[in-house]
């Protein structure tokens, strides 16, 4: 019987181990909040529905614009929120992939702010207590059709909150069925122009409601200007910061250099049309203002013509050789989701001694990580990509520029071009 011994010492450590962990893990009695990270109705205008067939659905950038918007929504509330897992659609597949919300993002300095957990942690250690599976309600603001006609029930009105793509493979990732559903309305998540925080909390009591789970996410698209300095709480997870520094201390010259976001596929292309008949699209209150207090959308901010990014581009560079000799730019690093134009930058530049770069192979992460440590960085206006990096950017007090803004003859003489 001594071979044994190792062995329960073994299963004594393991049990010890989780035991801690749930220990650690202890039940918050104001309740918790989590959602799907789907581009559903919630948070979206009409607008955005007449553009979903051009835009492929789930794209980090708005994903993370309503991250931003959940948390301070979950703070507000006074609730832990569950980190959901990033969605993300993958080539030649039917359903999306839930990634971890700690592959990208490290948890801790989210703490900072408010209390956090991970999906997978609370399903682990906590939902069979907090949230039994008889308990499971769906939020959503009003009844949400499903598109197999039969399930409609004029009768038994539902969120049908598994019903498509995401929708069904992210809660379906941690088992979770809902048995029946719960309509909001007229509540809403604006909980920086309004008391209603208070009305979630009247309504909606911990004691009663352990756990609000919510079809899409419970914010606004895009970011609410209040939440976006809640940027600097998302700090990059330490194999991206890694890679991010192994890219540019290996592959780039010693120097500064310019990071580029080109957004050019062709549904972009086909968004684009929109802008004529748009105040507002998607990320563009992030050079525009708000309220466009610093001008009306222009088609060139959306699509800007190779012509013009290279002018740019080019602009850029004089610029900070005048202004910061010391620190002259050496390379510049292009993330894109189509057409890197490579070849056309390379030959734009070669009489300035610029070399032009870009990932090995496609990983939108990383490009991201890369151009939030750019000693400068251009993006596109209308992108909600190009609106983490700028967010990231701010939090540094890194300088942030986009392409065709100011417009080129609103530009002033002396200037290359205007910083946000």
């Known amino acids: 019987m001594q071979w044994l011994k190792p ?111 991970t ?42 909150a598994k019903d498509g793509n995401p929708f069904g493979p992210f809660w379906d990732t941690f088992h979770i069925d809902f048995v029946r559903s719960e309509f909001y309305g007229p509540l809403h998540f604006d909980v920086h122009h309004s ?17 609000l789970a919510f079809t899409g996410a419970p914010a606004s698209f895009p970011v609410q200007l209040e939440n976006c300095q809640l940027q600097q709480y998302m700090q990059w997870s330490q194999r991206y910061r890694d890679a991010a520094r192994e890219f540019i201390r290996e592959q780039l010259p010693r120097g500064a250099f310019v990071g580029i976001h080109l957004r050019n596929g062709i549904d972009w292309v086909r968004a684009c049309e929109h802008v004529k008949d748009s105040q507002h699209l998607f990320a563009s209150p992030q050079c525009l203002g708000y309220k466009n207090e610093r001008g009306p959308l222009y088609p060139e901010l959306c699509m800007p013509s190779k012509e013009a990014i290279v002018r740019q581009l080019k602009r850029t560079i004089k ?38 770069h870009k990932l090995p192979e496609d990983d939108p992460y990383l490009d ?8 400068h960085f251009i ?25 065709g803004f100011p417009k080129e003859k609103d530009r002033q003489p002396s200037k290359a071009h205007e910083e946000l």
């Open 7 to 117: 062995k329960l010492q073994f299963i004594c450590l393991i049990f010890i181990l989780i035991s801690s962990a749930c220990g650690q893990l202890g039940r918050d009695p104001n309740g918790y909040l989590t959602y799907c990270p789907c581009m559903g109705k919630s948070g979206f205008t009409s607008f955005w529905h007449k553009l979903k067939s051009h835009i492929s659905a789930g794209r980090f950038g708005n994903q993370a614009d309503h991250f931003l918007g959940s948390l301070a929504f979950a703070k507000a509330l006074n609730r832990t929120l569950i980190l959901p897992p990033w969605v993300e659609y993958r080539k030649g597949e039917l359903r999306s992939r839930q990634v971890p919300f700690n592959t990208y993002f490290e948890v801790n300095p989210l703490q900072e702010y408010h209390r956090v957990i």
């Open 119 to 160: 999906m997978a942690d609370f399903m682990w250690h906590l939902a069979d207590d907090v949230w039994p599976e008889s308990d499971r309600v769906s939020f959503c603001y009003m009844e949400r059709k499903s598109l197999q006609l039969e399930k409609n029930d004029p009768e038994k009105p539902s969120c049908h």
């Open 195 to 211: 008391a209603v925080a208070a009305k979630w909390q009247a309504k909606y009591p911990p004691e009663l409601w352990p756990v």
């Open 319 to 356: 610029n900070v050789r005048q202004t910061q000799p010391n620190n002259e730019i050496k390379s510049v690093f292009v993330a894109s989701d189509s057409n890197h134009m490579i070849g056309e930058l390379s030959t734009a530049l070669t009489r300035m001694g610029i070399s032009v």
């Open 368 to 375: 991201l990580a890369i151009l939030g440590q750019s000693n």
């Open 379 to 403: 993006g596109n206006c209308i992108s909600s990509y190009s609106a983490f990096v700028k967010r990231e950017r701010d939090s540094h007090g890194f300088p942030s520029y986009f392409w």
